[in-house]
């Protein structure tokens, strides 16, 4: 997560610089959007792991010998068996969308970096070395 602090002895030094209110909303918001967009980062790598479990799976199918058995296939918290056709298809239905919120997840989140981008050069344009919007190291 992104550090967002002002410096109070640097600000006190330096006269010219005074946090308006409309900074303090700045600051804020690029906290919010900072927030957000480390939630999104999770959520991403989560359908990541999703799209690669049900490509497995997909895998997994071409293995089976017995194409008559049952492909016991999780639906909510239960399992369902499909005949194999039925369970290539409901694969292919899952991988499709999680394909698709990956996508507007991906979309999200670049829209998220622009406005902080944004907000970081008019913070950073403001305060100087004074603030800090930099993600800390883990």
Request: charged letters at 35%; a negative charge; glycine letters at 2%.
């Amino acid at each position: 997560m992104a550090a967002v602090a002002v410096s109070k002895d640097s600000l006190e030094s330096d006269s010219d610089i005074h946090i308006t209110l409309e900074d303090q909303q700045k600051i804020n918001r690029f906290a919010r959007q900072n927030a957000k967009w480390e939630e999104l980062r999770d959520d991403l790598k989560h359908k990541k792991g999703d799209l690669q479990n049900l490509e497995d799976s997909s895998d997994d199918l071409l293995l089976v010998e017995d194409e008559s058995a049952p492909i016991p296939f999780v639906v909510g918290e239960v399992f369902v068996h499909f005949n194999m056709e039925e369970a290539k298809e409901k694969l292919e239905e899952a991988k499709s969308k999680v394909k698709k919120d990956i996508e507007s997840i991906e979309a999200e989140c670049t829209n998220v970096k622009t406005i902080m981008s944004d907000l970081k050069t008019q913070l950073y344009a403001k305060f100087g070395n004074s603030i800090n919007l930099e993600a800390e190291e883990e």
